[in-house]
Nanobody
Framework: QVQLVESGGGVVQQGGSLRLSCAAS????????MSWYRQAPGKERELVAA????????NYADSVKGRFTISRDNAKNTVWLQMNSLKPEDTAVYLC??????????????WGQGTQVTVSS
């Protein structure tokens, strides 16, 4: 059974830090591009950070550049999102995504259930 399970969310004060984890099972992430998205109430889901495979190149939303860091360990089948200098506007449900493009077959992707991050002012 394919699963992405996020953990590490919680309530933190403005300026604090959290480290989110995304553990994959039922498939290996080594050939998948891995991303973190977030969705706040009443807002559209937005891409926060992504890391490619196998190169490990990263990209970030402008709103989190310099504060968030995405990383992966293919051997542990896990992706992390280190979030520093958190702001109230970072409050959202954070979701993990795995995506792969298979030639002639199309894009396959998996989503986790999400973990709530709440930043108090």
């Amino acid at each position: 059974q394919v699963q992405l399970v996020e953990s590490g969310g919680g309530v933190v004060q403005q300026g604090g830090s959290l480290r989110l984890s995304c553990a994959a099972s039922g498939f290996t992430i080594s050939t998948y591009a891995m991303s973190w998205y977030r969705q706040a109430p009443g807002k559209e889901r937005e891409l926060v950070a992504a890391i490619s495979s196998p190169g490990g190149g990263t990209n970030y939303a402008d709103s989190v550049k310099g504060r968030f860091t995405i990383s992966r360990d293919n051997a542990k089948n896990t992706v992390w999102l280190q979030m520093n200098s958190l702001k109230p506007e970072d409050t959202a449900v954070y979701l993990c995504n795995a995506k792969i493009l298979i030639p002639l077959r199309g894009v396959y992707e998996y989503w986790g259930q999400g973990t709530q991050v709440t930043v108090s002012s």
